[in-house]
C-alpha cells in the first residue's frame, strides 16, 4: 500500500513539473539537420592507441541506421547483422503534436514482428506502452512515471506493471487496489551542461547498477565506467573521436575493458544533412 500511494504521490508531482522537449537530434548530441546517419563498426587491430580498421565487429556493437525528418524526429531505424544484410526495421509514427504514437518492428523480410503502441501525460512523456504480436494479441503492457528537475534533466525513472495471478487477471490489496510491481528504477544526476554524469539504476532481474560518464568539450562521451549488474563486474569504456565540419563524430575509436580484458573498435558514421 505504501509503494502504490508513493506512485500516486509521484504521478501528481510529475503532473505539476515541466520537461524539457528535446529532438530526437538532442537526444543524440548531433549538430545541425541531419537527414540520416549510417554507423559500422569494425574490429580495431594495432596497440598502444593506433589502430587502423579490421573486420566488422558482431552483432551487437552499433550497426545501425537513423533517419530523421526535417523536425529532428525519428522515423525509421536499420539494425544490420555482421555481414551487412537487414536484422530489424522500426519504423516510428507520430501525431499531429510530435508525440509517438506507436512504434513497428519488422523482420530481416520485411514481416512484422511486433507493435507498440503509446500513451502520453500532458507534458509529453511516455507513460504506457502496450506491444502486441502479429496476431494483435498483448505481449506486454508497461507503464512509466518520471521526475524531472527545474533545468528539465530526467533525475527518476520508474517501470511498472500491474500484478497478475497466474491467468492474468489483475492482482488487489485488501483494500481493492490493484497491486503494482516495480521493474526498473533509475535515479540520475547531472553537471551544470546538463550531461548525465551519474546514474544508479535498480533491476528487478539485473540487480544494482552504478555508470559514471564523462565528456569532451562538445559534450560526446569519452568514458563509461559501470559497475554492478546480474555478473557484479565492472567495465570501463573510453572513446575518442574524430569530427566533422559540423561537429558532429564521424569515427569513434571506442576500447572497452571488464575483468581484465579489452575489446578496441573503430565505429564508422557517415552523415547526411538536409
Known sequence: MK?????????ALVACESKSS?????????????????ETPYEAIGYSGEYHKGNLAPRGFANNE????????????????????VFNVYTYNYDNKGLLLSKDTYDS??????????????????TEENSYNTNGKLKSNNYYIYRYDEKGNQVERYLFVYATDE???????????????????EENS?????????????????????ISYEYDNRGNL??????????????NVTCKYKFDSKGNWIEMTKTI???GHSKNLIIERNIEYY
Request: net charge positive; proline share 0%; hydrophobic share 30%.
Open 109 to 126: 523480410k520485411g514481416n512484422l514482428e511486433e507493435k507498440s503502441v503509446y500513451k502520453h501525460d500532458l507534458q509529453g512523456n511516455i
Open 190 to 210: 547531472y553537471d551544470q551542461k546538463g550531461n548525465k554524469i551519474k546514474s544508479t539504476i535498480q533491476d528487478l532481474f539485473l540487480g544494482k547498477t552504478e
Open 167 to 185: 491467468e492474468g487477471n489483475f492482482s488487489f490489496d485488501e483494500n481493492g487496489t490493484a497491486k503494482i510491481e516495480i521493474i526498473y528504477k
Open 22 to 38: 528535446k529532438t530526437d537530434w538532442d537526444k543524440q548530441n548531433l549538430k545541425g539537420k541531419v537527414k540520416s546517419i549510417k
Open 3 to 11: 509503494l502504490i500511494f508513493f506512485l500516486l504521490s509521484l504521478m
Open 257 to 259: 575493458t571488464s575483468q
Open 66 to 85: 537513423f533517419s530523421f525528418d526535417e523536425t529532428g524526429k525519428l522515423l525509421k531505424e536499420i539494425s544490420y547483422n555482421k555481414n551487412g544484410g
Open 222 to 235: 569519452v568514458r563509461k565506467i559501470e559497475a554492478g549488474g546480474v555478473l557484479d563486474g565492472k567495465e
